[in-house]
Nanobody, 125 residues
Framework: QLQLVESGGGLVQPGGSLRLSCAAS????????IYWFRQAPGKEREGVSC????????DYADSVNGRFTISRDNAENTVFLQMNSVKFEDTAVYYC??????????????????WGQGTQVTISS
């Protein structure tokens, strides 16, 4: 059965780094783009980054561009989100999500057909 399992969240100080992982199973991994979304308390869920099934197509939200790096290991069915120079405003629950498509489409519910359970990232001094 299809599963997406996030890990790697935790508490980190501003300016620090964190690496999230999304382990996938139950489907042909490289046939699907994978997204990272996040949701902070009291805010709507927002798209953070996307990587195509091949790994050649990548997109970032303006808020994380230049600080976060998305990558995938199709041999290990895993997507990573390397978070550097983190800020207080990066505090949120981070979710990985499977796209209906092999390419990165818009960060909308229509593009997504499966979600992970989320991992908490807290930026605090």
């Amino acid at each position: 059965q299809l599963q997406l399992v996030e890990s790697g969240g935790g508490l980190v100080q501003p300016g620090g780094s964190l690496r999230l992982s999304c382990a996938a199973s139950g489907f042909v991994f490289d046939h699907h783009a994978i997204y990272w979304f996040r949701q902070a308390p009291g805010k709507e869920r927002e798209g953070v980054s996307c990587i195509s099934g091949s790994g050649r197509g990548i997109d970032y939200a303006d808020s994380v561009n230049g600080r976060f790096t998305i990558s995938r290991d199709n041999a290990e069915n895993t997507v990573f989100l390397q978070m550097n120079s983190v800020k207080f405003e990066d505090t949120a629950v981070y979710y990985c999500a499977r796209s209906r498509y092999s390419y990165c489409a818009r960060y909308t519910a229509e593009s997504i057909d499966s979600w992970g359970q989320g991992t908490q990232v807290t930026i605090s001094s």
